[in-house]
């Protein structure tokens, strides 16, 4: 008779322990699948988390340059007026167009973040549902 291994011999107690127990027996492809699952689901998470990212560097960047040129074009048409009203007048509507344009953007970058945050979301509920259903067939299989 061929001597068994140390793994297969602990595998074997194990098995003989959980059928003195009447323990169901585990259908490990089901266990694999489920797993494999979880994981494509984390990979979906994940390729959509940094499909964000990308968006919304994307957005800060076109932000930026929006900015600069708006800057650039002031600095380039900016000729100090003889009169201070005149000059108070210019910064003043400078600092108001600075300012909603600010808001504007800090608008669009909730929306960005927003719209990131729940298609990342929708993937892990999608999943936790779909388990829940598998978990919900297990138990009525075993009935």
Sequence with gaps: MAKKTE????VDMFKSFGEQLKMPSV???????????????LEKTAKAATEGASSLMTKQREMLQETLREV???????????????????QADFAKKSFETAVKNAS???DVVRKSSTETIEILRDRIKEAME???EGMERKK
């Design 72 to 90: 650039t074009d002031m600095a380039q048409n900016f000729r100090a007026p003889g009169n201070p009203q005149e000059l108070m007048t210019k």
């Design 134 to 136: 598998e978990i919900r």
């Design 108 to 110: 669009e970058m909730a």
């Design 7 to 10: 793994s297969e011999s602990f």
């Design 27 to 41: 259908d490990v492809e089901k266990i694999i699948e489920h797993h494999r699952k979880n994981l494509e689901t």
